[in-house]
């Protein structure tokens, strides 16, 4: 199975040619994640994954032959596996920010890969980690995205019968606005309904259609899920979110990882609240270490994610 390390995984189809990123393209993305911030012509930095040209080239597939179409091997499980993928982590580490114009190119390899096999109810997982390094039309490096997933043979389904909401508390979100911060301070909190509609959204802006997302039924009937999906990279933006709206325009996130708990299904309330743990020198001036959780309705943790961000601390002008 290690021959497979170093292989290219989702590849770019032949002949494909990627389009300049659009305004259209940066505002379905912000409004999916009902980021209010004057980007002034940037993006925010998850962006960088929807600018991959690999979603577009498969819109016309199913979902099962999508995700099959991500192996350059025969599945573990045979032909009639109906695949399922669960990220257990994504980090992005960034250049720089996409701005509108570029035109982006990104090519996937694997770069570890296991196989784990069932023990105490789970069932056996090909766990695969693969980097997507993106570069513009000059050949320059926008950054990178590691995910480390697995796929399983069925949906880790889980019982969803929890106790009453907590109690919803006002959105608090906090602005740097030239402060130097210091370990300790929070960033404050914000909470939204992962809904149908929310879901749909957000899988239109990344162009990723894949059924388990945005079709309650589809996902009960073949996966045994009690809802409709949300995507862990929706999530960890939504974790990044909170982030950006602290910083000022002139700061930005070098790296972000996020840990993903547990899964979050449609018409889940998540919370998102956010610390400084940690700041420190660094090769470009100040950088503010940010740890960050998004809770669900029920107090449960369902990811979790550390961000780098690099700070303008001298010429912080704040936000309007």
Known sequence: MRQWVGCEYWPNPDGFQAEPVRGIDVARYTAALEDTRDWRGSTPPGFMEVASPNYLAYLNKSGEQFLRGLLPFESPWGSDWKPMMLIRQERWEIERNVVIGDVIRGRSTITDISWTPARKGRPEMLSVEFTKRYRDAGDGLLGCVVWDMVFVEHALAEDRH????????????????GR????????????RRFDT???VRWSAAIWDLGLPHIDPDYA??????????????FINAALARLVTDWMDPADRIRQHRGRFRRTAVGNDRLTFTARVTEV?????????????????????????????????????????
């Open 162 to 177: 929890s106790p009453e909401e907590s109690p919803l508390v006002e959105d608090s979100v906090a602005l740097r606005a």
């Open 180 to 191: 130097a911060p210091h370990p300790g301070d929070s960033l404050g909190r914000y909470t």
């Open 197 to 199: 509609e929310a879901l």
């Open 220 to 233: 009960r009937q073949v996966y045994g899920l009690p809802h409709a999906v949300a995507h862990g990279p």
């Open 280 to 320: 420190k020198s660094g090769d470009t001036g100040t950088i503010a270490i940010v740890h960050a959780q998004a809770m669900n309705q029920h107090d449960e943790l369902l990811a979790e994610s550390e961000t780098h961000c690099a700070l303008d601390v001298n010429h912080g002008i704040g936000r309007a």
